[in-house]
């Protein structure tokens, strides 16, 4: 009997070698459309479609493999002698190999000037259906949606004339991903379109980027995964100049560094150790900003990562050099500051588009059976209703430190204290069980600098006794929710000690 390979691919890449490979292997070649006209100038005898339906491409190629003659050919088990019956009363000869991949939907909708009839043209629905069928009876019927699988199908055809059973399940399984990721994004397209929320079902798809050689800790597997058309202004889309690969913790740490030097339009460095800002130091150059994330918290920044939001000179270069720092994030690096930070071989380079548009993404935290979603806390200081409740404003110097304080404490761990001056984190108190513990530690890793200082908090004072520690290290200056119903305890503790109190009515939990 002769074998039959259906073949129809958007994405021609190295199909011509593929079909030739399989006429040597003993296949005639079914094609469709332009697969047909490529493989034809190309040398390769193939049978057209309509040959094979009896009935014409239609709809603007819309309707060409939706029909029995197709289906009822890749989905018959063979052996079965009721299916070869009715195979050989409707004249349908079955395919054991089919080719498919499908229209570019997510190419399409990445076009920034992509309109919404384009992106609804190209909704494969013969592709899914052709892939769908074969992959079902993969028992008989070799599927492939991949070029990168085109030489193993080959080889085994070589080696054994036929493909084994369980690269047929492997293949099989590849095609379900494959379909169920490329309807993620149209799912995905088609809510965003409709104006959903929060549908009643919420379908997501991610490509893999890198297998890691742990999670947390070496006893965890772990992979790091990319969304399809996801934020540009990520870890996920950075370039790695140099240095080995990024790590479990490398990646989150780096994340979460990325998340707050963004908040800064002025040259910003933000040193991170476990998730939180350890350091963050604005400034008028690049190197003058690290400087003050260095001087912030000189021990905690040996052996974490580094943001900048401006490039990499050589001197900055100098001084990133003088410690062990496992990564380096920015914009771009100049040559000669390359030359010096690539003297050590294991420090990982990264650099980000800065000038990307910020998409908004929904945050996904898995727990145990379920996941929850929520828009990220992109609220900042000028959408605030702020108001000063204190009989005292703060000065023009303090409210630049309240603001630095106000960018930096929603990134750092609940409980979370931030004590800053106008260029720079003095204290930094993350994850505590009660916010006057918090304090404490911020306050205290502030030490002298905390006089004259400003104290920024993520949620209300349940109580005046953050105030009162604020007060007795020589804090000027607070800012915080308000919104307890002992605001006023706060109000008249700030009053007796003269420290000026801003309210903003914005909670900044971070769990």
């Not at 397209?189 to 009643?200: D, K, Q, R, S």
């Not at 980000?352 to 910020?358: L, R, S």
Request: charged share 25%; glycine share 8%.
């Amino acid at each position: 009997m002769t074998k039959r390979a259906l073949i129809s691919v958007s994405d021609k890449t190295g199909v011509v070698e593929f079909a030739k490979g399989l006429k040597e292997a003993g296949f005639d070649i079914i094609s469709t459309g332009g697969t047909s006209k490529t493989l034809q100038e190309n040398g390769i005898e193939v049978i057209g479609i309509s040959e094979v339906t009896g009935f014409p491409e239609i709809l603007d190629g819309r309707v060409k493999t939706l029909h029995p003659n197709v289906h009822g050919a890749v989905l018959a088990k063979h052996g079965d002698a009721d299916h070869a019956a009715q195979l050989k009363e409707h004249n349908i000869e079955p395919i054991q190999l089919v080719c498919v991949n499908l229209y570019p939907f997510q190419a399409t909708i990445a076009k920034p000037d992509v309109t919404v009839e384009d992106a609804i043209e190209n909704i494969d629905i013969g592709g899914p259906t052709m892939l769908r069928s074969s992959a079902k009876n993969h028992e008989y019927v070799t599927v492939v949606v991949d070029s990168a699988d085109y030489d193993t199908v080959l080889a085994e055809l070589k080696e054994n004339g036929a493909v084994s059973k369980a690269t047929n399940r492997r293949l099989a399984a590849k095609v379900f991903r494959h379909t169920a990721a490329y309807d993620a994004v149209i799912s995905e397209y088609m809510t965003e379109l409709a104006g959903e929320e929060n549908p009643e079902s919420l379908t997501v798809t991610y490509e893999l980027k890198q297998s890691l050689r742990y999670g947390e800790n070496p006893h965890q597997k772990a992979a790091f995964y990319k969304k399809p058309l996801g934020s540009v202004f990520s870890i996920a889309e950075a370039k790695q100049l140099h240095g080995k690969e990024l790590s479990y913790n490398n990646i989150n740490d780096a994340d979460a560094a990325l998340q707050i030097v963004q908040e800064f339009t002025e040259p910003a460095a933000v040193a991170v150790k476990h998730m939180n800002p350890c350091g963050v130091g604005t400034g008028e150059t690049i190197l003058e900003a690290y400087e003050k994330a260095y001087e912030a918290d000189s021990t905690s920044i040996f052996g974490g990562i580094i943001a900048l939001n401006r490039e990499v000179d050589k001197a900055t270069a100098e001084k990133l050099h003088e410690i062990f720092l496992e990564i380096i994030i920015a914009p771009s690096f100049s040559d000669e500051a390359i030359e010096v930070l690539t003297s050590k071989k294991n420090i990982r380079l990264l650099t980000v588009d800065f000038e990307a548009a910020k998409k908004p993404e929904r945050k996904l935290t898995s727990i145990e059976g379920g996941v929850l979603v929520q828009d990220r806390d992109a609220y900042s200081l000028k959408d605030a209703d702020v108001k000063v409740v204190t009989k005292r404003e703060p000065t023009a110097e303090e409210w630049k430190a309240l603001e630095l304080g106000w960018k930096v404490v929603k990134h750092v761990k609940s409980n979370a204290i931030v004590v800053t001056d106008g260029q720079m984190t003095l204290g930094v108190g993350a994850g505590q069980m009660n916010r006057v513990g918090a304090a404490k530690i911020a306050l205290e890793q502030a030490g002298e600098k905390a006089k004259g200082s400003a104290l920024a908090s993520d949620a209300f004072f349940p109580m005046d006794d953050t105030v009162e520690a604020a007060a007795q290290a020589g804090v000027t200056a607070i800012i915080q929710t308000g919104g307890s119903i002992r605001d006023e305890d706060s109000i008249k503790k700030a009053d007796e000690y003269g420290i000026a109190m801003v309210f903003t009515g914005v909670r900044h939990f971070k769990h």
